[in-house]
């Protein structure tokens, strides 16, 4: 059984736009985050010098989990001096349905019963 936590008082939003798709560029709405995307080649892209959306989840899942370990080591009175975190996120193939795109997208299923999203086409 998964437990949905909900904040009592949400303390930050970041929040991104991206156009293009995998091949594309997304920016924040505060300007501080630009990139350029590109797909992996194993993905059937052109493997551009651009990111992807794996790429920015391992690197905000690592930044998190490590900053997580330097609150639990402050209270614990431990020294987490020199250690790392290193994220994977792997992806197989994806269906090509725009339909079945939330039943697919790695966010979609790794947030799914841990964070509410809403889906909304303009």
Do not use: W
Request: proline share 4%.
């Amino acid at each position: 059984m998964t437990e949905t936590r909900t904040p009592v008082k949400v303390l930050y939003t970041a929040e991104a736009t991206a156009t293009g798709g995998r091949a594309g560029h997304a920016e924040s709405s505060d300007g501080r985050l630009k990139v350029d995307l590109s797909m992996p080649a194993e993905m059937g892209g052109d493997a551009g010098a651009g990111t992807n959306p794996e790429q920015l989840f391992a690197a905000g899942y690592a930044a998190c989990f490590q900053g997580a370990m330097g609150v639990v080591a402050r209270r614990e009175k431990l020294s987490i001096e020199g250690s790392t975190v290193t994220a994977r996120v792997g992806i197989g193939p994806m269906g090509q349905a725009f339909a079945k795109a939330h039943q697919v997208c790695p966010y979609s299923n790794a947030t799914r019963d841990n964070v509410d999203v809403t889906l909304t086409v303009v």
